[in-house]
C-alpha cells in the first residue's frame, strides 16, 4: 500500500524559505514520478514541480522557478520542496503525488494516482 505524508509546512514572513518533505512508502519508490501540487482558498489545485525517477530531469511552473527546487533521496524514499524567496500568492495547503505509470522519463505526469494529505504553507507579514 501506497502513503505519502507531507510535512515542513509553516507561516512565515515573506522572504523567508521553507523546506517541505514527503515521506513514502510502498514499493519501487524509484521507478515513479513524482510531484508536489499546490491548493489555495477557492482555486484548483495546480501543479508546481516534478521530477523524474533518479532526480535527472525537473519541471517547474512557471510562478515558482527560479524560486523553489523539488529533489529526491531513493535510499530514503523522500521527496523534497525547498522554497525560497516565499510570496504572499504561495499561501497554499501542498501535496505530494506519485505517478500512476512506472518508468516514465519525464518529470512530469498527466495521471498522478496516489496523493498525501497536505501540508499548509501561509506566508504572511
Known amino acids: 500500500q501506497v502513503q505519502l505524508v507531507e510535512s515542513g509546512g509553516g507561516l512565515v514572513q515573506p522572504g523567508a524559505s521553507l523546506r517541505l518533505s514527503c515521506a513514502a512508502s510502498g514499493p519501487s519508490f524509484s521507478s515513479y514520478t513524482m510531484a508536489w501540487f499546490r491548493q489555495a482558498p477557492g482555486k484548483e489545485r495546480e501543479f508546481v514541480a516534478g521530477i523524474s525517477r533518479f532526480g535527472g530531469s525537473t519541471s517547474y511552473a512557471d510562478s515558482v522557478k527560479g524560486r523553489f527546487t523539488i529533489s529526491r533521496d531513493n535510499a530514503k524514499n523522500m521527496v523534497y520542496l525547498q522554497m525560497n524567496s516565499l510570496k504572499p500568492e504561495d499561501t497554499a495547503v501542498y501535496y505530494c503525488?506519485?505517478?500512476?505509470?512506472?518508468?516514465?522519463?519525464?518529470?512530469?505526469?498527466?495521471?498522478?494516482?496516489?496523493w498525501g494529505r497536505g501540508t499548509q504553507v501561509t506566508v504572511s507579514s
Open positions: 503525488a506519485r505517478d500512476q505509470i512506472p518508468f516514465r522519463t519525464s518529470p512530469r505526469s498527466t495521471t498522478y494516482e496516489y
